[in-house]
């Protein structure tokens, strides 16, 4: 037996769907820019070389298939944005994993928001500082049941979307991303040993924006079906 001074935090797991058993997370990882229109809108141009940074992987709310879930509106921000991405989730990892290789570390993939409080990001940026504040907070993102990639095949292309109360405020298309899911893969694992368990943000195309109490965001990508989150 385990002997640990306090109590032990447990695994976050997943559903998975067709299945009975749970994906469990390792670590979770987020592109940032990585449509070329959102770059815009966020003042940048052009394919610079990509970057990340982490949630951690108790940040993530597990939201059911075909019913709504919800999220809580978070503390110190009055600017919380939605950023619908694909998330792709690994079934091995290693490091200076080639290109052609990358797909095959790829378990499956998922809906996910990698929910944004954009003023004190905005903030850190200004001053230099790291991003937590921002992006890892409690309850940041949500995320569906993971769909195997045995049945959905490797996504590459298809249409991504977010609407918020009704009105489309997303669209764009996977294969608009700057650094495809297998160049993200081969570049994070030149630095970071990847693993069983990981998730990969694989970031937001434009048209992010702000959500308030009561509002309903549906988000779609072409393979993955919807789901449904509400901000209580
Ligand atoms: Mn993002």
């Known amino acids: 037996m385990s002997n640990y001074a306090v109590e032990v935090p447990s695994i976050v797991g997943l559903p998975i769907v067709g299945s009975d058993q749970l994906f469990p997370v390792r670590r979770v990882y987020c592109v940032g820019r990585n449509y070329a229109e959102h770059a815009k809108e966020m003042g940048f141009t052009g394919r610079e070389d990509p970057f990340f940074f982490c949630k951690p992987a108790d940040a993530l ?3 059911p298939a075909g019913k709504p879930g919800q999220i809580r509106y978070p503390s110190k921000t009055a600017n919380l944005h939605y950023e619908m991405e694909l998330v792709v989730a690994l079934g091995s990892g290693g490091v200076n994993i080639p290109v052609e290789q990358a797909n095959d570390c790829v378990f499956g993939y998922a809906l ?9 990001q905005n903030e850190c940026k200004k001053q230099g500082r790291p991003w937590e504040i921002g992006k890892g907070f409690d309850e940041s993102g949500p995320i569906g049941p993971i769909h195997p990639r045995a049945l959905t095949g490797t996504l590459s292309q298809g249409s991504i979307t977010l609407s918020v109360n009704g009105t489309q405020k997303q669209t764009s298309d996977l294969s608009q991303m700057i650094w495809n899911i297998p160049e993200s893969i081969a570049y994070l694992s030149g630095l970071f040993e990847l693993k069983a368990g ?3 943000f694989s970031g937001t195309p434009e048209g992010v924006g702000a959500v308030v109490k009561g509002d309903k965001m549906i988000g779609h990508v072409a393979g993955l079906g919807e ?3 509400h901000v209580v």
Not at 112 to 120: P, Q
């Open 227 to 229: 789901f449904e989150v």
């Open 198 to 200: 990981d998730l990969i």
């Open 61 to 63: 709310v597990a939201i």
């Open 112 to 120: 996910g928001l990698d929910m944004t409080r954009r003023d004190l």
